[in-house]
């Protein structure tokens, strides 16, 4: 790829790589770029309004389908902007190509536009980070980033093209000396592998191991992380045969189909309702795939796995990295359930259905359902009805929640049955995702609607982007959550201090901002009103154009993971501190009225 300028190596390495999107603003510095992408028939270059939701669609991208999203960004303010979403991708595990533009490397100039050590900003949230300084190497580091950024654990990985590789006539004549390429010193410098890379697969001796400690067991606890995707069916036939509840957690909502009998949560432990925590204690071991139990997903540290523990991931720094287990392993999810089988196979272990098991949960699922669909008598829209009106009339759909409320409601009231249907900011929690994760959603499955679920909160921060879907006739509905409050937030001040601070939401005229980006806004106020105005956002979504609806939206009643997490931290306190909250709570309650409650 020697004689390659600068923008050709680029452009050919996101083409055989198979990158379809590159999401990003043009600037000075890498409108040669622009330039090429516009020729390529294979790779489309997407300008957004702010970087932010670039690196945000390119996260919804890999999630709904499996395809690496490309952030194609300017120095200094473009990665700054668009640091916000690598963070989410880098602690989710999503990868992501970041295609750095940087200052000129051939001039010797300092206080250049746009100077900063972008590598140093970019180091901590990424897996690597590389600057080609020779335009021979640019094809390869390209290349190789997108391989890197792929290979397990996935993550998103930065390379930064100086401007002078982009504008100098040919690749060649864009060299400094025999300097060589700068690259993180942690790293190796990125290769153009001759295969992908052999994902890690089980020592058999621990597969024989972990099979006798499973059919030792009364009843086993299947807990799924997003890690165990790539098992796919095998892990309906791996619960049937261990006839094991299978929990997930949040990330990893759909790797196992919803609709199973044996499917019990999407979280465990406080953070679950009382019917799947009832199920959880009746077991008496846990097998754990592809999750780390993470804060967010173990509802703040939560979930007591019941021992003995088989942990089981792809990366060697998580199993056993939060909670003490008996047998870690690192492999492939895939490859470690498929050996499993093999043995259990071997050791003729088959169990009939547990009818009491299975009873359990579906009467406790639909119990729980029915809880969360029913009026609180508060007024507004309930959750429950929304959520199951919404996958009633868009079997298809996936579903990009926000930071906050919004996705714990969506994680109870959705039920669903494949994996890139739920996409959510789980570790990094980072608000704004939402509204240009959807539309990356819709660029990686654009036969089905995609629908944003967004706080009246985050959508001040990235709503603006509905621009985006606009102008492309892109399917999306937006349903903007509206009780003018950041939501999450708001129950845990309420709760623990009985009293908000900072966390109301000045109203705005959604409509009108609607209006503004050439969308339609449809108004939801009532339960009674909710199949109409489905039945009409339907309706836009198919000819097709993106819609927004206003819901004005009932969160009266606290999810299962917030009265959850409350109950966790609270019980975590010396009880001076716990004494300490119930008095002022209860003396601010006294003082203005009503009634305290905690949990």
Partial sequence: MNGLRGADAVVRALEDVGVPFAFGIPGTHNIELWDRLAESELVQA???????????????????????????????????????????????????????????????????????????????????????????????????????????????????????????????????????????????APAVPDAPPALPVPDPELVRRAAEILAGTRRPLLYLGLGAAGASTDLIRLAERLEAPVFTTLSGKGVFPESHPLAVWPGCGEAAPPFARAIAASCDATLALGCRFAEVGTGSYGFDPPAPVIHVDVDPRVPGRNIEVELPIVSDAAAFVGALLDSLDAAGLERSPDTELRTSVRSGVEQTVREMSSATGEGGVSPGLLLSALQERLPGASYATDS????????????????????????????????????????????????????DGAFLMTGLEMLTAATRSMPVLFVVLRDRELAQIAQFQATALNRRTGSQVPDYDLSAICAGVGIECLELRSDEELSGVLDAACAILAEPRPVALDVAIDYSRKTWFTRGVVKTNFRRLPWSARLRFVARALGRRLSGGGRISLF
């Fill in 46 to 188: 997407v300008p957004v309004t702010d970087e932010q939701s670039a690196s945000f669609m390119a996260d919804g991208l890999w999630r709904a389908s499996g395809r690496l999203g490309c952030v194609n960004i300017v120095p200094g303010a473009g990665l700054t902007h668009a640091l916000s979403g690598i963070a989410e991708a880098y602690l989710d595990g999503v990868p992501m190509l970041v295609l750095g533009c940087g200052i000129r490397t051939d001039t010797g100039h300092a206080y250049q536009l746009h100077d900063v050590d972008q590598l140093a900003i970019a180091r901590p949230v990424t897996k690597g980070v590389f600057r080609p300084l020779h335009g021979s190497q640019l094809y390869q580091a390209v290349r190789g980033a997108c391989e890197l950024a792929l290979a397990a654990p996935p993550g998103p990985v930065m390379v930064e093209v100086p401007a002078n590789l982009y504008l100098l006539p040919n690749a060649e004549a864009a060299t400094v000396g025999d300097e060589a390429p700068q690259v993180d010193a942690h790293l190796p």
């Fill in 404 to 455: 906050g409320n919004g996705t714990f409601l969506a994680a109870e009231g959705l039920r669903l049955d494949q994996q890139g249907r739920f996409l959510a900011p789980i570790d990094y929690s980072c608000m704004g995702y939402s509204v240009p994760a959807a539309i990356g959603a819709a660029f990686g499955r654009p036969e089905q609607p995609s629908i944003a679920l967004v706080g």
